[in-house]
């Protein structure tokens, strides 16, 4: 019960749709806040910021434009567009001459430039000495005034004074407010609403796909991964429709090796029991025949089980594979003798044709145990005339082991299948065709292991051709010192 809990606990937590919908309301709180901070904290620098580069770009306009024939209209435009007001003097003998500016535009009321009480002849000449002494521009923040010294085409000193009126920011913060107000509640509520819309479109796809993925982790191998929804859900979906197939195919392949394994094992089973009752209850019975058949079938049930551990060591990495170079040819022909006592009994023909001896750098034990299977393969197959061929080909710095049958063949639509595990051709079983399925997907495994590889052709009423391939074994100097 505490395993239970325990990996039932694992997988608690939030939903994907409950994380987009908090994520939605986290961003629309950060959305809000950010106009709060911005309205209440740094809203009256924003405006002043603001304001004083209107003023700045007001007197880079009015520099632009003060040779132009229009010049009057010009700066009026740009006062105007800027709500601004502005002066333009002449320097003449060291002082403003003459007093009066020579352009004057005003935007509103009363502004600093144009304050009567506060600005007359000596106020301008005042600032304009400061002005100069500052090195030609000075921003006075709280005057909201610039003064700007330049020339003109013609060489002619010009003092440019530009005033702006900064309203006060507290009077509007009441209206913003509110208006912030509505706005952070719309913004909730609409956040909100798309949290749940968006959490509902992205995830419907894939609580589909989970309510199939548990439907298949029951045993429903017929559970439909559907592929519509964004592209890495239909990736995603695909990938599921894949393992689901596959997993399905397994499943046949289980069972089907349960049901040939349970008849292979039960046959010989009863045979060695038959035989041995037969051999202690009747007198005379104990002959060398009726003991060959108890070993016929114990060989049987060995090569079975032999088959199933080896499968399972190779694909869970626990084999362990020892590279040696040794002689092919010679171990290929210890092997095919293994096959004398099959074939003086029952009449089968096995013939190895080499034009040499070759080296591989391979697991000998391994490799044997594929030659052998391949053999073994072939002597099921086989035809009527009971031969099979087995050839040794060098060509490239390769080798390969050739062996073929002269049998019924293969369909070309199987020959992909007949390398996977538990697979047999015949689907009828039959005493004489024996065998776990396993013998050719050991053979794939071992030659993946041993960095060659192996391949069938086949045809109908002809037979096959199965072969596994190695680099071959070159001595060179540091060799033959070995």
Not at 46 to 71: F, H, L, R, W
Not at 86 to 100: A, H, N, Q, R, T
Not at 270 to 284: L, V
Not at 328 to 342: A, D, G, N, P, Y
Request: with cysteine; charged share 25%; aromatic share 8%.
């Amino acid at each position: 019960m505490k395993r239970k809990n325990k990996r039932a606990g694992a997988v608690r937590g939030i939903g994907i749709k409950w994380n987009i919908f908090l994520y939605l309301l986290i961003f629309a709180t950060v959305i809000a806040a950010v106009l709060w901070l911005c309205e209440i904290v740094f809203l009256d620098d924003i405006y002043k910021n603001i304001k004083i580069n209107d003023i700045m770009g007001s007197a880079e306009e009015i520099t632009e434009v003060i040779d132009s024939p229009n010049v009057a209209e010009d700066i009026s435009e740009i006062t105007l567009k800027n709500d601004s007001c502005s002066m333009v003097f002449k320097k003449k003998d060291g002082y403003l001459f003459p007093i009066e500016p020579i352009y004057c535009n005003m935007a509103f009321g009363e502004c600093v430039i144009h304050n009567g009480n506060r600005m007359n002849a000596e106020s301008f000449q005042r600032i304009y000495r400061y002005t100069e002494k500052e090195g030609g521009e000075v921003f006075v923040t709280d005057e909201n005034l610039y003064s700007l010294i330049t020339e003109n085409d013609e060489g002619e000193e010009l003092f440019i004074l530009i005033g702006s009126e900064i309203s006060p920011v507290s009077a509007t913060v009441g209206t913003l407010n509110k208006i912030l107000i509505v706005v952070t509640v719309l913004l909730y509520a609409l956040a909100f609403v798309l949290a749940i819309l968006i959490s509902h479109w992205v995830t419907k796809p894939i609580r589909n796909l989970t309510y199939s993925a548990l439907e298949l982790a029951k045993g429903n191998y017929n559970a439909d991964f559907n592929s519509e929804g964004y592209l890495e859900i239909a990736q995603l979906a695909e990938t599921l429709n894949y393992a689901q197939r596959e997993l399905s195919r397994v499943d046949s392949l289980r069972r089907e090796l349960i049901a040939n394994i349970s008849h292979d094992l039960r046959t010989p089973l009863t045979m060695i029991g038959g035989y041995s009752e037969m051999m202690r209850d009747i007198p005379g019975e104990n002959t060398p025949e009726n003991v060959q058949v108890i070993i016929d079938e114990t060989n049987r049930l060995t090569s079975l089980v032999n088959d199933v551990l080896d499968i399972s060591k190779i694909e869970s990495g626990n084999e362990k594979f020892e590279p040696a170079p040794f002689n092919l040819t010679k171990s290929v022909e210890s092997m095919l003798q293994r096959f004398s006592k099959l074939c003086e009994r029952e009449g089968y023909n096995i013939e190895f044709f080499c034009e040499k001896d070759v080296w591989v750098n391979a697991d000998e034990l391994r490799i044997g145990q594929a030659v052998y299977n391949l053999v073994s393969n072939a002597v099921t197959h086989t035809g009527a005339d009971k031969k099979v061929v087995v050839r040794q080909i060098t060509d490239n710095g390769k080798v390969r082991i050739e062996v073929e049958d002269f049998g019924e063949g293969i369909e070309p639509s199987r020959l992909c299948d007949i390398w996977e595990r538990y697979y047999k051709v015949d689907r009828v079983h039959k005493r004489a065709e024996m065998g776990s399925g396993l013998g050719l997907s050991i053979v794939r495994k071992i030659m993946e292991r041993s960095g060659g590889g192996c391949g069938v052709s086949s045809a109908l009423g002809e037979g096959s051709l199965f072969f596994i391939e190695l680099p071959e074994y070159q001595f060179n100097r540091e060799n033959s010192n070995e």
